[in-house]
């Protein structure tokens, strides 16, 4: 934590917790935006305390529990709820700083009662990348507008075999990880087969017609050898970047990594277009998942003014501008933000569909429960025993429902 | 002429000493255990202190919402650990990982340590060779390995699919079978490196006499590695083995870091479920039952050792 005594003419240090210091590709647009920011405000200097994105949360609640928090905490969506039932966020109710500005919901959707305890970062959407090169090997010119289409391409793609270089060609990527990343990527088949996760009063689901075909759908994925098997989210990214997938889903920032991962580097950009996850019927809401990166401030910190004027700075139209600087492709929840010339750029275009879905039908992930993390882990264990060890979907959903149910009941 | 005054003597007087009474031995032992107090007060502060407060947490419901006050809840934890079928799941994974880590390497070791251990030309770039696996940080092997047992571009798969071994796109640490010995061949690879030199050193040890006159004596290689090697090295293998035992029982980083205990919890070991119980569930109550468990079992595993040293007809 910044150090709580200091003398008369030194500056507030203030601690940020984050995991995007420790990574390669926006390390350096930390950098830029705490110079940016110092610069701004010369009393208050930023201590950057990055920690890879795996091991943040234990981290942030070690710290927390241990007495010695940051005053500024980096935290995926899906962490937030742990961290306020472990009471160490500070409310931001009367802390945050020009609340009107922030696009409808998006304070809401981190309010757990009546505390608003994070603030929404960046969003994210999990979309559809898809590798035209392939389909155009397959005989086909144009994306996909309904889900039936984007599983008959991609069945097409996997049957053109192997690619130039004698790798598999697949037709859709489908992450078979044990994490939860790799439960929360489900929830899109479960919701389009007419599943769901909880219902509206709150209740556990998992167990229904909906699900089981979203599960027997994906373990046909994979024993047709459409999707690889056996592969994590990071594997798919490379497989993607390779050209050896035709569709791959994940968040708009990949863009750069598809360029670093890619031997074609840049020039990659020019083999695939970006669109959310095609619904049933072409023009019906998606099922494309929203995701955010938040900002929390710490209960035990003495410089919350400090920390909620830094939280102004990083998701206010500078902040944004700096993070995208290097394409990292960030989407804005706030509407200055929104209106840089970053967005407005012709090569950005693509980002119009996220945008889009922004105040669309993308759905919000039912994070509000700290159990939420252990039973998106449970998700993906139940793909692993369909996919993997071929049980049947019907009792593997079965038991996703009970230990759901125990996890919620907790 | 001066007549210096005759100074009488002192009396004698036995002075106090509170080791009175003591014999010479005694009064070492005294002394050695005064030497040594200060260190095991700390030892017992920093170590068993966690211990003992370890120990009381798996007896209460300490989660992350009853953290500022947990509760007693007796035997609740390893009830719960045992009735799910959990526990000995985790003590099945546990075993049979460290017993093949430990017998692959211990086999590896020796076989090596024998054969590097004469006078062979370039021995020692050899043993230098040997011992770079355990140069590098377990982190760093796990992501060799990682990369190598990828099933789409990794070098196993290509190279065992061009012998036509087995199919080149095999998965390895998403298979519910292979996962296992996956991790078990990163840990051998990393660690058969101290178990060599320990044999390597012990091998020096043996009298050259003692083999000469048993190869005067028509003596084989078998026989005399069966009555003069291996009975020469018996304290240094049971030390080699116990201490392989305890370090594969905590081992950690490469698992988690290759498999993160799947799939479908195949390769979560002890030390995994502890983690993920404290620090992904948030049951501190249950993590530390299951670290208890842990501890006695190396506490038996230990008290085996040590009286088979004891039995020793080498000491």
């Given at each position: 934590m910044g150090s709580a005594v200091q003398a008369q003419d030194e500056p507030i240090v203030l601690d940020f917790a984050n995991w995007i210091g420790a990574e390669e590709s926006t390390s350096d647009d930390l950098a830029a935006m705490i110079a940016a920011f110092e610069t701004a405000h010369p009393n208050i200097r930023i201590n950057s305390q990055p920690t890879p994105f795996n091991q943040s949360l234990e981290t942030l609640l070690i710290q927390s529990l241990g007495g010695d928090p940051p005053d500024v905490g980096m935290a995926h969506i899906t962490w937030v709820a742990p961290l306020a039932e472990a009471g160490v966020l500070a409310p931001l109710n009367e802390l945050?700083?020009?609340?009107?500005?922030?696009?409808?919901?998006i304070l809401e959707s981190q309010t757990i009662a009546d505390s608003l305890v994070a603030v929404p970062w960046a969003s994210s959407r999990v979309v559809m990348y898809a590798n035209m090169e392939l389909l155009a090997q397959a005989g086909y010119d144009s994306v996909p507008e309904t889900w039936a289409e984007m599983l008959e391409m991609a069945y097409a793609v996997k049957d053109?075999?192997?690619?130039e270089d004698g790798g598999q060609i697949y037709g859709l990527g489908v992450s078979s990880g044990q994490v939860p990343g790799a439960g929360y990527f489900l929830l899109p088949y479960i919701w389009h087969y007419?599943?769901?996760?909880?219902?509206?009063?709150?209740?556990?689901?998992?167990?229904?017609e909906g699900t089981i075909a979203a599960f027997d759908q994906i373990k046909a994925l994979f024993e047709d050898s459409v999707s690889p098997s056996g592969v994590e989210i990071r594997d798919l990214r490379e497989l993607f970047a390779q050209g050896r997938i035709a569709f791959h889903w994940d968040i708009e920032a990949m863009v750069a990594t598809f360029a670093s991962l890619?031997?074609?580097?840049?020039?990659?950009?020019?083999a695939y277009e970006i669109l959310l996850i095609?619904?049933?019927?072409?023009q019906t809401p998606t099922d494309t998942i929203s995701i955010f990166h938040t900002l929390t401030i710490y209960e035990?910190?003495?410089?919350q003014e400090e920390a909620a004027l830094f939280i102004d700075f990083l998701t206010g139209p500078e902040g944004i501008a700096i993070y995208n600087?290097?394409?990292?492709n960030k989407l804005p929840v706030r509407s200055s933000s929104g209106e840089i010339e970053f967005y407005a750029q012709p090569e950005n275009a693509f980002l119009d569909v996220f945008i889009q879905a922004i105040e669309g039908p993308a759905r919000s992930l039912?994070?509000?429960?700290?159990?939420f993390l252990d039973a998106m882990l449970a998700l993906a264990t139940a793909n692993q025993r369909v996919a993997?060890?071929?049980?049947e979907s019907a009792t593997v959903i079965a038991d996703l429902q009970e230990e759901v149910q125990s996890l919620y009941a907790e | 002429m001066t007549v210096s005054p005759k100074i009488e003597p002192l009396p004698r007087t036995k002075a106090y000493s509170?080791?009175?009474?003591?014999?010479m031995k005694q009064r070492d032992n005294v002394f050695v255990w005064m030497l040594v107090l200060p260190a095991y007060i700390v030892l017992m502060l920093v170590v068993f202190g966690p211990i003992l407060n370890g120990i009381i947490i798996s007896f209460t419901q300490n989660?992350?919402?009853?953290?500022?006050n947990p509760t007693w809840n007796s035997f609740a934890n390893y009830i719960e650990l045992v009735e799910s079928g959990d526990l000995l799941g985790y003590i099945t994974v546990t075993f049979v990982f460290v017993g093949l880590v430990v017998g692959i390497q211990f086999l590896l070791g020796m076989g090596i340590a024998l054969l590097i251990g004469?006078?062979?030309?370039g021995k020692n770039l050899l043993r230098g060779l040997f011992m770079l696996p355990w140069t590098i940080p377990s982190i760093v092997v796990a992501f060799i390995f990682l990369l190598m047992l990828?099933?789409?571009?990794?070098v196993i798969n290509y190279t065992l699919g061009s012998l036509g071994i087995?199919?080149?796109?095999t998965q390895w640490l998403q298979n519910p079978q292979l996962a296992l010995p996956a991790v078990i061949m990163a840990s051998v690879w990393r660690q058969f490196p101290i178990m060599l030199i320990m044999f390597v050193a012990g091998l020096q040890t043996i009298p050259h006499d003692t083999v000469e006159a048993a190869k005067i004596d028509g003596a084989g290689p078998v026989a005399i590695f069966r009555h003069i090697t291996l009975p020469f090295l018996r304290s240094i293998i049971l030390i080699n083995v116990l201490l392989a035992i305890i370090r594969n029982f905590q081992m950690f980083t490469i698992i988690y870091s290759m498999t993160s205990g799947g799939p479908?919890?195949?390769?979560?070991?002890l030390s995994l479920a502890t983690h993920f119980e404290a620090f992904?569930?948030?049951d501190w109550g249950k993590g530390a039952a299951i670290g208890v468990v842990w501890l006695g079992i190396l506490v038996v595993i230990t008290l085996f050792f040590n009286w088979l040293q004891r039995r020793d007809p080498m000491a």
């Open positions: 945050l700083l020009n609340q009107e500005d922030y696009l409808p919901g053109l075999g192997t690619g007419g599943g769901e996760f909880q219902s509206e009063e709150g209740n556990i689901v998992l167990d229904s890619s031997p074609r580097a840049e020039e990659f950009r020019n095609p619904g049933e019927m072409p035990e910190s003495p410089y600087a290097n394409g990292g039912p994070a509000q429960s700290s159990a993997l060890n071929g049980e | 509170p080791f009175a009474g003591l014999t989660t992350l919402r009853t953290r500022e004469n006078d062979l030309p990828q099933p789409e571009y990794g087995m199919d080149a796109r479908l919890g195949r390769t979560t070991t992904r569930s948030f």
